[in-house]
Structures are given as structure tokens and as C-alpha cells.
């Protein structure tokens, strides 16, 4: 993680995008298992104040244990947890929840899913959860009037 600190309005600017964010946070989960969005500053576009964000997964004992406990018991279905260096330095670990109607990870992620297997016929998500061909097989019964 870059040494650069993310201040608050760089922060705030990185959660404007919380779509890009929820996607990630999830598309991460569902490939590589619990973790955190890393968000740092584009080493190369400092003066830009541009945010990369990463997925990011620690091998056991790695993480300090506030965030290994923090990473354990967040829901990842509508809650993603964020790490970032702070202006006094510190690492912060923040975990960040949706209410039960607004834009959850899980949601936002089978919608841009939906919307990639529209706009392309030859793409197929990869490490698709069980539930996901559960809620298509759901949408095409529920098209098909010979299914009721």
C-alpha cells in the first residue's frame, strides 16, 4: 500500500463511486474469499488526486487483528470493508454497510452481471455463486407463461 495518505476529500471521491467500489468488493469475495478494498493514490497521478482500488485477501495471522477480525465477521452480501492509510498515518480499516433497499454489493454486482451477459452473448462471469443461475432460471420461468 502507497505511503500517500488519502484525505478526506479524497475519500469522499473514492466513495462517489460506490458502484465500481460495491462491485469489486463483491466480484472479490466471490473469486478469492473474504477481504478488503485497499484504496490508495495513483503513485503516478498524485496531483490528480485519482484512487486505485484492489481486492484485496491476507494469508492467516497476516492482518492485524482488529481487521482480521473486522474481515471475519462482515456480510458480504451487504457490507464491504475498506483499508486505507490515513493523513496521521495509521492504517484505517473501515467497514461500510448498506441499508436493506439502497445499492448492496450483492445487488449491484448481479446487475452488472446481467448487464455484461447482455451487452456481450459470449460472456459468462467467472466463480459464479450457486444463487446467481438460481435467479436467472427464476427470471426465465417467470418470462415463459407456459411455466405458470
Given at each position: 500500500?502507497?505511503?500517500?495518505?488519502?484525505?478526506?476529500?479524497?475519500?469522499?471521491?473514492?466513495?462517489?463511486?460506490?458502484?465500481?467500489?460495491?462491485?469489486?468488493?463483491?466480484d472479490?469475495?466471490?473469486?478469492?474469499?473474504?477481504?478488503?478494498?485497499?484504496?490508495?493514490?495513483?503513485?503516478e497521478?498524485?496531483?490528480?488526486?485519482?484512487v486505485?482500488?484492489?481486492?484485496?485477501?491476507?494469508?492467516?495471522?497476516?492482518?492485524h487483528?482488529?481487521?482480521?477480525?473486522?474481515?471475519?465477521?462482515?456480510?458480504?452480501?451487504?457490507?464491504?470493508?475498506?483499508?486505507?492509510?490515513?493523513?496521521?498515518?495509521?492504517?484505517?480499516?473501515?467497514?461500510?454497510?448498506?441499508?436493506?433497499?439502497?445499492?448492496?454489493?450483492?445487488?449491484?454486482?448481479?446487475?452488472?452481471?446481467?448487464?455484461?451477459?447482455?451487452?456481450?452473448?459470449?460472456?459468462?462471469?467467472?466463480?459464479?455463486?450457486?444463487?446467481?443461475?438460481?435467479?436467472?432460471?427464476?427470471?426465465?420461468?417467470?418470462?415463459?407463461?407456459?411455466?405458470?
Amino acid at each position: 500500500m502507497s505511503t500517500d495518505a488519502l484525505t478526506p476529500e479524497l475519500l469522499r471521491r473514492a466513495l462517489d463511486e460506490w458502484d465500481a467500489l460495491a462491485f469489486l468488493a463483491y466480484d472479490g469475495f466471490t473469486r478469492s474469499g473474504r477481504g478488503v478494498l485497499a484504496l490508495e493514490r495513483v503513485p503516478e497521478e498524485v496531483s490528480s488526486g485519482r484512487v486505485r482500488a484492489s481486492y484485496v485477501t491476507f494469508p492467516e495471522g497476516k492482518p492485524h487483528p482488529e481487521t482480521a477480525r473486522v474481515v471475519s465477521e462482515y456480510h458480504p452480501d451487504d457490507e464491504f470493508v475498506l483499508l486505507y492509510r490515513e493523513v496521521a498515518g495509521g492504517l484505517r480499516t473501515q467497514r461500510l454497510r448498506t441499508g436493506p433497499e439502497s445499492r448492496a454489493p450483492k445487488r449491484v454486482w448481479f446487475f452488472e452481471q446481467l448487464r455484461r451477459m447482455n451487452d456481450d452473448d459470449d460472456y459468462v462471469p467467472e466463480k459464479t455463486p450457486p444463487w446467481f443461475w438460481d435467479a436467472l432460471e427464476r427470471i426465465a420461468d417467470a418470462r415463459d407463461p407456459k411455466s405458470r
